[in-house]
Structures are given as C-alpha cells and as structure tokens.
C-alpha cells in the first residue's frame, strides 16, 4: 500500500468527478431502500466522509462486513452532495474490508461514552469525535513548539531522561535500578551499598531537564528541550499526572524581563497557530467542552498581559473581600482560586506575577537585592492559573552555595552544576510549561489524562 495515499481532509477538498480511494473505519451504517449511507474517518480531519452505495454497486455480501468499526475502503467517484454541511460524498463502487468488527461488542458505540469508560478503552478512544480532535491538536502544538524556537534560532536539544540530580528539591522522584525489588510492601536494593547498583549512585526519572539544558545555553546560548518529564507525587487530582511532557527553554545573557517577554510571545504564538490550523477542531470544543473557548483564546491571543510583582499580587487579594478556601498572606503559595481571581475577576487577561519569596521557589532562581525574594515569574492564564513558570537563574557562585546548603541540600551532588558558575558564568533564564497542561487550556477539557493517549498516575499504568 503506497504510504502516500491521499487522507481524507484532502478529499472534502477536492472537486466532485474525481476517481479517488477513501480509506478508515466505519463511524456509522444507514440503510434505506435500495441504498447505504456509510460515514467514514480516517482521524485526518474531523468531518467524516459520506459514502453512498446504491443497489447492485457492490455485492451484499460484501457490505454485510461494513459495520460500525471495521476498516473499509472505498474506490469509486467524487460528487457533489445534496446534504447540508458537505461538498462531496462518494458514490462508491468498489469495496475492500481489511479488518472486520462485530457491531455487538465493538466498545465504541454511536451512543455517548462518559470520559472515564473511555480511559478505560484508551486503546480505542481516538477513533471518536472528542478523542481524534484532541489528538490532532497535540500533533499541531507540537509542531508549533518546534517551528516557534527554531524560527528564533535556539537549539533543540535533549536531556538526559535517568538523572542523579533532584531539579525542583522536592524528592518526588522515581528510583530506576535493575536491583529494585519489594520486600514486605517497601521498595529495596538488592545490593547493599547503592555503589554496587547499575549507575552506582542513586538514579531516577527526571522531574525536568534545566538544569542539564542550562549546560547547554552556557556554551550555545539559547536551547530548548522538549520531552518526558516524570513526578512521583501521590495526587489522582484533574491536573496532575506520573509522566507528563516538558517544554524548557533556556537563554544565556538574558534577565527576568526577556524571560517574561519570550513566555508571552510563546504562548500568543502557539495558541494564534492551533486557531488557524485546527478550527474545525476548536469549534468542536468550543460547542462541545468549553463555551466560549474560542473568545477566551483569541483575548488571550490578542491582549497584552499585565505584569505585577507577587507582593502587589498579595495586597489586591487580602483587599478582594473574596471568601477564599485558602487564606492568603505574605509567604503563601498561590492557590488556583487566587490566581483566576486575579486573571478573571481583577484583570480580565492574563497576568505575569514575579518576585515571589524564596521559601516557596526553588534553589536555583536568583535572589534579590532584599534577601527576601527572588527573580520568579509564573504565568497565569484566566480559567486555568499557572500555565508557565520560570525565573532568572541564580549565576553567582558564593550565593547559589549557600542556597543549596540553606534547604538542606548536598552541594556535592550539585558538583558540576556549580562548575557552571566557576568557569565563565553568565546571567541566563528560561522557563517550564507543561504540554499536557497547555493543551488543557486550549481544548477545554477537565481532566489532564484526557489530553494524552496513555495516562500514567497512581494506580495507572495500563495499555
């Protein structure tokens, strides 16, 4: 079969009277006197094909295979269609079945499905309408991650995805040994001294790969990586999963403030893509998941963000007069609820908060001149929150040292990170955004193991 057969978004764009082959699987069979209706999809596009067989075109007993999920195609001619919402249809004449499907048993029923059966059937949900749109705008935003950063000239580069440095300082890490083993309901090493293990150190999945980045845009200037990233952080919450895909960027001689302007430009461009190219994808959720999607979308597109330090933040929220389940003060982690309330209620548009405390931040974000802040920024976006966070990394020896040793850390684990700052440092920044939780906020959906095919959380490891 020649790989480069024609999909079927191309085909609803093609003229009526051309002879054509239209390959996917049955989404639905009607039949009327003397004649079959046949939707078909091959996950191209969202719009089905409509393809019509009169009596006698095909032989009955070939048709009896085409039904709801079998893998058909049809040979036959293009014409114009007298039903509204389509161009064309095809008026086939030429049938082959390449795999059939029991209508009985086949899991993905005309009739609606709840999310969580679909989880269930992972294997089969991209053949639905939520699913294959879903899917396609993944594979877009994707391509539009790449095509941003290579069309500014950083490179992609990849970090390691075994790791012996803990990034964020949290311990939330999977361990990765061939000696693992449980013994009475606990993790254990065969070995007794982890010398003896297979990477001869203690090893685990990494939680993000700037620190590994940053060794690159200190040779290279402005990198970016973009794989998996792994938390072992016992939530079932709607916006946390165990694997989930990291986009990072990392630039050399830059601050804060070009850390701040790259987030937006990234985030604008990137959404401004996915309405252009996926629209029939869009208003399907936009109808569908999330009433006024595509409104908030180009507002978002469109509008400048504003920009405030977390201390301003902090005084317009004690002054709200909101009812806020998690209080706020001076020193307190952001919650949701305070960040939409600020993106929603207070601004209308997105809002780049910076200059957060540096009990909350991680060790590598550089410290202000106060000794009380650092040069933090996190991205809030209106119905969603956080969605980037990032900082100016801390370049000086002496105080990234004592950082590290502040919260308890063990600066010979960090031996080559520092090395950074002794041989030829410079100021550099970047920032995180996690892909699923973009794609969360651009499709609508609720729950962020419904934005990639196969989910890992706690108690979830299937397919």
């Not at 936009?286 to 409104?295: C, Q, S, T």
């Not at 301003?312 to 020193?331: D, K, M, N, T, Y």
């Not at 001149?369 to 933090?376: F, P």
């Amino acid at each position: 079969m020649d790989y480069r057969r024609t999909y079927l978004r191309d085909l609803l764009a093609s003229e009526p009277g051309v002879e054509v082959s239209a390959y996917g699987w049955v989404k639905t069979r009607r039949d009327s006197k003397g004649i079959h209706f046949v939707q078909i999809n091959d996950g191209s596009c969202f719009a089905d094909l409509q393809v019509v067989v009169t009596e006698g075109a095909i032989p009955e007993a070939a048709m009896r295979q085409v039904t709801t999920g079998a893998c058909v195609r049809f040979d036959g001619k293009l014409v114009a269609s007298p039903a509204a919402g389509q161009a064309v249809e095809l008026a086939a004449d030429g049938l082959e079945v390449y795999g059939s499907a029991d209508p009985a048993t086949y899991p993905m029923q005309k009739k609606g499905a709840s999310f969580e059966f679909l989880r269930e059937i992972a294997h089969f949900r991209a053949r639905g309408n939520t699913f294959g749109a879903v899917f396609r705008v993944r594979n877009a935003a994707s391509d539009a991650v790449h095509r941003f950063f290579q069309d500014r000239g950083f490179l992609y580069i990849h970090t390691p995805i075994i790791t012996a440095s803990d990034a964020e300082g949290a311990g939330a890490m999977f361990a990765v040994s061939p000696n693992l083993t449980v013994e009475d309901g606990k993790y254990a090493l065969k070995v007794s001294d982890p010398a003896d293990d297979f990477f001869g150190k203690p090893a685990f999945l990494t939680v993000s790969g700037q620190l590994e980045a940053e060794t690159l845009a200190l040779a290279m200037t402005n990198v970016y990586t973009f794989g998996p990233t792994f938390r072992a952080e016992n939530s079932n919450s709607t916006r946390h999963l165990a694997e989930f895909w990291m986009i990072e960027p990392e630039m050399a001689f830059c601050d804060i403030v070009g850390n701040m302007n790259l987030a937006e430009e990234f985030l604008k461009d990137v959404i401004g893509t996915l309405l252009d190219r996926c629209a029939a994808d869009l208003e399907f959720f936009n109808k569908r998941i999330e009433p006024d999607l595509l409104a908030t979308l180009g507002h978002v597109v469109e509008s400048p963000f504003e920009r405030m330090t977390y201390t301003e933040a902090i005084r317009l929220l004690e002054a709200s007069g909101e009812p806020f389940e998690f209080p706020v003060f001076w020193g307190a982690d952001l919650q949701s609820e305070h960040e939409r309330w600020l993106t929603e209620k207070k601004v209308g548009r997105p809002v780049i908060l910076t200059d957060y405390p540096k009990q909350i931040k991680a060790f590598y974000m550089k410290q202000n001149d106060d000794g009380k802040t650092v040069r933090a920024m996190d991205v809030l976006a209106p119905r969603i929150g956080e969605i980037i966070g990032g900082s100016q990394r801390e370049e000086r020896l002496d105080v990234l040292s004592a950082r590290i040793r502040e919260m308890g850390m063990d600066p010979d684990h960090y031996g080559w990170y520092l090395d950074l700052r002794r041989f030829g440092s410079a100021p550099h920044a970047g920032f995180g955004l996690g892909f699923e939780r973009l794609l969360l906020y651009v499709t609508g959906m609720k729950n962020i193991r419904d934005v990639i095919p196969y989910h890992r959380a706690p108690g979830q490891a299937d397919f």
